[in-house]
């Protein structure tokens, strides 16, 4: 459980965790590996969120996936990127986290990812949160712990 001074100092933050939906490149399902290959260089993202038509979210696309199915036994071969769709290969085995978010949750998530999607209850991407966004958001805590008056109230408590 994170302390609630801790908490509180975080949640100052909030508004910088989330990169919004409309801010965050992403891919649908049913666009080609082609695609998919340009936006990822393009961007110069390792992986990206796919979307529905809709703008649900379905899972991510990786450049590994992508550089996967290139790869010959003696050669790198781009033709088979323009037949196979996103949706085909795509991870949908995705940790997301659903708005509002928990805190500890995102936390402990952020561990072992880059970034988070975040969905609604209808599986609606908002945006994303990033492990860059939130260690700047510990390093305001680190450097502005001690100067809070929430430390200063309860400590006198």
Avoid: W
């Amino acid at each position: 459980m994170i302390s609630q001074t801790i908490e509180t100092l975080l949640m100052e933050n909030k508004r910088h965790f989330l990169i919004p939906a409309a801010q965050v490149a992403s891919v649908q399902g049913t666009n080609t590996l082609t695609h998919a290959l340009l936006v990822l260089t393009k961007m110069k993202y390792s992986r990206i969120p796919v979307l529905d038509a809709n703008s649900k979210f379905l899972g991510e696309l990786t450049m590994a996936m992508v550089t996967e199915q290139m790869l010959g036994l003696d050669k790198i071969d781009l033709q088979p990127l323009d037949k196979i769709t996103i949706a085909q290969v795509m991870d949908t085995n995705v940790k997301t986290v659903e708005n509002p978010y928990d805190l500890e949750e995102i936390l402990h998530l952020l561990v072992d990812n880059a970034f988070l999607p975040v969905v609604s209850k209808h599986q609606d991407f908002v945006g994303i949160i990033t492990r860059r966004e939130m260690m700047k958001s510990l390093n305001y805590l680190a450097h502005n712990f001690d100067k809070n008056d929430i430390l200063v109230d309860n400590h006198r408590d």
